[in-house]
Each structure stands twice: as C-alpha cells, then as structure tokens.
C-alpha cells in the first residue's frame, strides 16, 4: 500500500496556511540537525587549535547565533509556529577541514522542534563563515540535515545516512575538547 502525503502548508484550494495545532497535546519533542562548514587548512588548523581568529572566538561566537537563532525561528520562517524551548544545545566536531556543527532543541509542544534545530546549524554555520570570509572565500556550507526527531504523533525518525548514524558517539569527547579549547582561546591573525 502507497501512503500519500499531503502537504500540511496548503489548504485544500492550495492556500498558504497555518496548521491549527490547538487540538494536539503537548508532548516531549525533540529535534538534531547538522550543517557542515569546509574551510581551508589555514584557517581550519588555527581553528582547531584555539577557536579564534583576529574577529574573535569564531566556535563560541557561532554557538551562541544558533541558540539565538533557534529562539527566532518563529519570526524568520513564516509558517513556524512559536515553541517554548526547554533548550538549544550547538556542539561542533572537527573532520579534518570540516566543521561538523550539530545543533539539538528540546520542548514540550503540540508541534515539533526540527525548523528550530534546522535554523540553529544553519545560523552556526553562518556565522563561522562569516568571521572567516575575509581569509578565505572559498569556505562551503553544506549537508544541512535533520539527523532525528522525536515526540508527537509520528514518533520517532532517525536519517539512515551512515555518515551521520554515530555522530553522537564520536562527538562526546570531541565536544568537550572544543569547549576546553574555548577556555583557553587566544587571537591569531590569519594573513
């Protein structure tokens, strides 16, 4: 049997329009979601080692606009209804010149939290590219991705990508090391 999808964004005359959620129950929901910064070796070594660049500490910059960021995603995307984030947690891993940034939101809601986790990777991601791009403008955003989610009548759903299937595993002492990094961080010049 095919299950049809239809689009929860379109009235049946193909209008734009709001789900009404009023008549859900809340339920824990959860979201993760990735964004993928390639940066040249210069710039991704003197990351790698302190974080900073001339403009600043360029890994804690980019976690706080995500979080911030996630608080915003009501007012940046249009059918976005508002969520009370319980919490916004931006983790980042190195792979090689890669800067894999991680991006987890929690609520109890009658609606999901992926846009919000989606907005915060993003916006991390952005950020570092925006206080690298006077080094380097060849820096790439790729792979902005729903890793899961949790909660709410669809349950649970997890990306069948490989690439992404252990991240949480392989980050745990990646993260912690990124965040003594940060605490220790001095400014380097890049030419």
Do not use: F
């Not at 299950?3 to 009235?11: G, N, T």
């Not at 990351?47 to 360029?58: D, F, I, Y």
């Not at 608080?71 to 919490?87: E, N, Y």
């Not at 991705?145 to 990508?161: A, F, T």
Request: net charge positive.
């Amino acid at each position: 049997m095919v299950r049809k999808h239809k689009l929860s964004h379109l009235s049946p005359n193909g209008q734009v329009r709001m789900v009404d959620v009023g008549r859900k129950p809340p339920t824990a929901r959860m979201a993760r979601a990735a964004a993928v910064v390639r940066l040249g070796p210069t710039i991704a070594a003197a990351l790698q080692r302190t974080g900073a660049l001339a403009k600043g500490n360029v890994l804690e910059t980019a976690r706080i606009a995500g979080i911030l960021a996630a608080k915003q995603t009501a007012s940046l995307i249009p059918m976005c209804h508002t969520v009370p984030l319980d919490v916004v947690a931006v983790d980042m891993t190195w792979r090689g010149n890669a800067l894999r940034i991680e991006a987890t939101a929690r609520c109890v809601a009658r609606t999901g939290v992926e846009m919000e986790a989606l907005v915060a990777a993003s916006v991390a991601a952005l950020t570092v590219y925006d206080m690298c791009k006077s080094a380097d403008k060849g820096i790439v955003i790729q792979d902005i991705c729903l890793l899961e989610k949790s909660g709410g009548k669809s349950g649970k759903w997890r990306k069948r990508d490989p690439s992404y299937s252990s991240s949480a595993k392989r980050s745990s002492s990646s993260k912690e090391s990124i965040r003594e990094r940060g605490r220790r961080t001095r400014t380097i010049g890049i030419p």
